[in-house]
């Protein structure tokens, strides 16, 4: 009973994140009556006290569901009855429901979550869960006992899952999406960039996506994941422009040079954005280039989704429409003076873009300017408080001023959100990109060369483009810190390969187990020839009872395994005797056999006589010597008859 | 110590003829500690069985012939009125020595027989309020008619079982028959028999069967044995713990005679019969027919 508790306690336990603290705690207030009235029996209610109580429950659930369907209502009035249904145990039949349904209860966990630990837990539980119906089935309970065979009954139904995993046809209910109410909110960059936004995000380690390379890596200056463009701006924020009829001709696009084969996989996000490596030459169905080269997915941006794609950071945009031109050239107001003296000085009017840029990033890298994460707040005009007196700041600092000025000069330019660099999983062989390393990063339009992209922040700081973030240090002290991209063995300590292992543990856990839907399933079926559901049905019951057929052959000749050498080789010997004729039953002893042996073949008595022998001494008597199992493996060998 | 043994051996084949394995299991069933039921139609040479193995082994002896009259305190003893004394004093009864040979025993009735069942597996007697320990060793040889025989009280499972081995003689065979009409009485033959175990010999050999080395394999088999006993449909009721014991210290003394260091499986298939059969099924009296099952389908390998 206690032990039944227990595992309730225990399946229940995860849900406490899910499920309103008020339901959860009329559970806990259920269990708990439950367990103290296993030393004070006269506590439980009766009848109608469970009656009283269900309606309580009934009226909870709805004071806080207000309904029955969907993921998180579905789950409490689970969870619920279960509670009400631990105070009615008279027989076994109960303990049976109440088993049946924290089995439910636990298959719910997976509508939140379906990380490799989660599952682990749940196996745990459900071998406790088994343990409980075992003690329920067993005259002497004993709870080593009985999970230690809950354990081998789980060990031993794995293998028909695994094949059960593989071969039957995948229930497409799109990851619960229908029942997917998450509303909590998920980090990330957005339509407008606010001041602070990426200051905010770098402290994060949160995943984004992980990138699998199919050749070589990108060197770490070509890393730009390319996502929201913010091209309209207030002096302040700077948002996206409206994408609404820019579905531009494509064929402007003229890539040359190399191109990066990649598998990239998106963390649940908000938006619906994949952030490709510049510039994104091919992508999958579901997947779409905007007018502003941004990948836009169709797919529910919650659920964890992997897409082929290809690169090439080689490439001409092509011109760009007035319309383009007057959006991009957009200015907040009239530019101060001090604003209109800088370009002029940095030669921006009428100099070549080219030369006004290059003196621009010049400037940037002589003057006094400083690359921090935690700039003095700048409430008005931030650029020019960040040009002029305070010059430090962080990457969308650095990228909006340059933005301004280059507009200022008459170039047509913008700011482009992404994120830069990743680290790179030694032992997975991937690329892992998070939050921290959201970046901002300018683009201007040249004549010729189309949208070329520029990254001030790379003339103040080149270590941050060239060796990444390092997300621990920086959340650890606030600061920002930067580690090098290539860390030898030796300086990885075995936490940080620790960590690598387990992300790649993790990164192939949701490649391969959550991933695995109905496309990626006929792909698979279909490598291996299955076409069509009869063909799959036999493969299915020829999996299914080639695992059960081994299963039942190791379950019901258990001791074949454990056998003495001595008697294997023995019973070869019997098997030559009965060859020659010499009859030898179940339950004759070695002497029996001997005899009769002798009696029937005198001329092999004496072979048979010191097979015998050893044989005895192997298997009955103490004083086995140690080369007597390889005398009798010989002599049984070499026995004829 | 062995040539003890074959000593003990030859002279008492030269007393029963043609008899060989039941005097070998009944000395291997003394070697183990046990007691020992004889079971027959009369006159196939129990009683001069018993007193053959009585004589060889040199014990102190007393026959206790049974009959439907005999009561408790015929067998245990009693107090007595001592008017010199004026008081009560035991006067111990024919149980009070190392062996004892109960002729008949289901002749008796249930009370008289319980008296001394009680006695073989306590191996102490309680006499009004006061507790005598028997001497050591102690061996109760007892003899009975087939139970379908008239005037017999059958003995209850539970005190059959109190008897480690029950050996039935059956007729001899012709020859032993003939040799038997034309040789000396027999009685003549026991009075000359020599004593060919000392005490202490005895208690040696006792010690060394339990020495004698017993393989996991060969409890694997034994364990077989009782489980094959307990499932199986030919019986009515399973070996019990006291029987695998039983086994293994039969088997084992049975491979001290066979001057082995080792217990066979072969060993415990000759003492099986005797050990079990009476177990297995109490009316029956042809042992090797109820075991035959248990050596047939019980794998030895």
Known sequence: MLFMLGSIGLITLPHAWHIPPLLFGFF?????????????????????????????????????????????????????????????????????????????????????????????????????????????????????????????????????????????????????????????????????????????????????????????????????????????????????????????????????????????????????WVFALEMPTQFGAGLRRNGLYQLITNKNPGDRAEYQLSSSPVYNTGGISK??????????????????????QLQGQPARPEMFIGNLLQHFRQENFHYTLSPDPMPDQPIETFLFERRAGFCSHYATAFVYLLRVAEIPARVVGGYQGGQINDVGGFLEVRQADAHAWAEAWLEGRGWVRF????????????????????????????????????????????????????????????????????????????????????????????????????????????????????????????????????????????????????????????????????RYQSDTEASDLQVLKKLVASFRV | MDLALDRLLAAANQVILGKQQQIRLAVCCLLARGHLLIEDIPGVGKTTLSHTLARLFGLEYQRIQFTSDILPADIVGSSVFDAHQQLFSFHPGPIFKQMILADEINRATPKAQSALLEAM?????????????????????????????????PLPESQVDRFLMRIELGYPSRQAERELLSGQPRHVLIDELPVALLPEQLADLQQAADQVYVSPALLDYLQAILAFSRQSTDFASGLSPRAGLGLLAAAKAWALIDKRQAVLPEDLQAVLPAVAGHRLNVGANDSAAIVAPILKHVPVL
Not at chain 1, 325 to 344: F, I, M, T
Not at chain 1, 547 to 559: F, H, K, S, T
Not at chain 2, 140 to 152: C, E, F, L, M, Y
């Open chain 1, 28 to 272: 806990m207030l259920l269990l708990l009556w439950r367990l103290l009235s296993v030393w004070q029996p006269r506590y439980l209610p009766n009848r109608f006290g469970v009656f009283l109580l269900m309606l309580l429950g009934i009226g909870l659930l709805y004071s806080q569901q207000h309904s029955v369907f969907g993921r998180d209502a579905g789950t409490s009035l689970f969870v619920v009855a279960l509670g009400l249904k631990l105070l009615e145990i008279h027989g076994r039949r109960d303990v049976y429901v109440i088993v049946y349904l924290a089995f439910i209860v636990a298959v719910t966990q997976f509508l939140y979550e379906e990380s490799i630990l989660m599952a682990l837990y749940i196996l745990l539980v459900c071998g406790v869960l088994l343990a409980t119906l075992i003690t329920q089935n067993s005259q002497a309970p004993r709870t080593l006992a009985a999970l230690k065979t809950s354990a081998a009954i789980i060990l031993q139904s794995l293998p028909l899952a695994l094949v059960l995993f593989v071969l039957f046809p995948r229930l497409e209910a799109p990851h619960w999406s229908w029942l997917d109410d998450d509303t909590h909110a998920k980090s990330g960059l957005s339509n407008t960039l606010e001041p602070g936004s990426i200051a905010e995000l770098s402290l994060s380690p949160e995943l984004v996506f992980r990138v699998k390379f199919a050749g070589d890596l990108p060197p770490p200056a070509q890393r730009y994941w390319r996502g929201p463009v913010y091209a309209t701006t207030d002096g302040v924020s700077w948002r996206a422009p409206p994408v609404l009829g820019r579905e531009n001709n494509p064929d402007q696009l003229v890539f040359t040079g190399a191109t990066y084969d990649y598998t990239l996989m998106m963390e649940p996000q908000k938006q619906n």
């Open chain 1, 323 to 344: 319309t383009e031109r007057r959006e991009n050239l957009q200015l907040p107001g009239k530019p101060s003076d001090r604003v209109v003296e800088l370009v002029k």
């Open chain 1, 455 to 618: 990254d001030p922040t790379a003339a103040i700081a080149p270590e941050r483009i060239e060796r990444g973030v390092n997300v621990d240090l920086q959340i650890a002290s606030g600061a920002v810190n930067f580690s090098a991209i290539q860390l030898d063995a030796k300086t990885l300590s075995w936490l940080q390969r620790g960590r690598q292992l387990w992300q790649s543990v993790d990164y192939n856990w949701q490649r391969w187990i959550i991933n695995y839907d109905t496309v990626n399933q006929r792909a698979f079926l279909q490598s291996l020839g299955i076409d069509n559901f009869v063909k799959l049905g036999y493969w299915l019951l020829i999996s299914v009872a080639g695992v059960g057929g081994v299963l039942a052959w190791r379950l019901l000749r258990p001791n074949l395994r454990r056998q003495d050498p001595a008697l294997m080789s023995y019973r070869q010997f019997c098997a030559k005797l009965s060859k020659a004729g010499i009859k030898v039953d179940v339950g004759d002893g070695p002497q029996t056999v001997a005899e009769r042996a002798k009696g029937l073949r005198p001329d092999l008595a004496e072979a048979i006589e010191r097979i015998t022998a050893i044989y005895i001494r192997l």
């Open chain 2, 121 to 153: 597996e306590e191996r102490q007697v309680t006499v009004e309020g006061r507790t005598y320990p028997l001497p050591q060793p102690f061996f109760v040889i007892a003899t009975q008619n087939p139970a379908h025989q008239i005037g017999t009280f």
